[in-house]
């Protein structure tokens, strides 16, 4: 049974930062692939970040790219996401996803979610 579990949402001013973690149980994220998505209420579901355990290739979003950081803790296979100099505009539920039903990319296309956990970006 996989499970994955975020943390370390909370509310933080513009130009601020936010460290998420998802814990995963039950899939090596090590070799396999895992991304963090965001979504705003009446909006679909943004990719934000993508990690290939296998060979640590990354991708960003547009939105986020020299902003935010993902990387993974192989020692607790945990997904990370830092993120610096935050705005209003990346105000969100924040969730992880691991294994990719087609491809590892920022399509919204996982087998396996987490329960997300909430950004609040003040201006």
């Known amino acids: 049974q996989v499970q994955l579990v975020e943390s370390g949402g909370g509310s933080v001013q513009a130009g601020g930062s936010l460290r998420l973690s998802c814990e995963v149980s039950g899939y090596t994220i090590s070799s396999g692939c895992v991304a963090w998505f965001r979504q705003v209420p009446g909006k679909e579901r943004e990719g934000v970040a993508v990690?290939?355990?296998?060979?640590?290739?990354?991708y960003y979003a547009d939105s986020v790219k020299g902003r935010f950081t993902i990387s993974q803790d192989n020692a607790k296979n945990t997904l990370l996401l830092q993120m610096n100099s935050l705005k209003p505009e990346d105000t969100a539920m924040y969730y992880c996803?691991?294994?990719?039903?087609?491809?590892?990319?920022?399509?919204?296309?996982?087998?396996?979610w987490g329960q997300g956990t909430q950004v609040t970006v003040s201006s």
């Open positions: 990690l290939v355990g296998g060979n640590g290739v990354t």
């Open positions: 996803a691991a294994d990719a039903a087609v491809k590892c990319t920022l399509v919204p296309a996982y087998n396996y």
